[in-house]
């Protein structure tokens, strides 16, 4: 079992960076494979970026591919989001969510075993 607590939310003017983090505790975050989901006021949630347990896998939406790196710290027990070149269209919820399974870009947010109560990113145009 894993909590998991996102930070690093915030305002920030198109074309900026933001990176979020997702801090397990109670558990080893780094034995779960761990995904980023969005959703935007009036919209359905949505897969952002996810990464293998052993962190050798990593998927992305298409709309963020290039954009946005997924990547996790072990010793720290974090997964992050770095966030670069963002756009009016990011803005969002961000929620980061574990499974102890394998999981792909087409694995649901109801899919995994532990979600986070998300945390706010704005993007100002």
């Known amino acids: 079992q894993v909590h998991l607590v996102e930070s690093g939310g915030g305002l920030v003017q198109a074309g900026g960076s933001l990176r979020l983090s997702c801090a397990g505790s109670?558990?080893?975050?780094?034995?779960?494979?761990t995904g980023w989901f969005r959703q935007a006021p009036g919209k359905e949630r949505e897969f952002v970026a996810a990464i293998s347990w052993a962190g050798d896998r990593t998927y992305y939406a298409a709309s963020v591919l290039g954009r946005f790196t997924i990547s996790r710290d072990y010793a720290k027990n974090t997964v992050y989001l770095q966030m670069n070149e963002l756009k009016p269209d990011d803005t969002a919820v961000y929620y980061c969510a574990a499974d102890p399974r394998m999981i792909t870009e087409n694995t649901g947010w109801n899919e995994y075993s532990y979600r986070g109560q998300g945390t706010q990113v704005t993007v100002s145009s």
């Open positions: 109670g558990g080893t975050l780094g034995t779960y494979s």
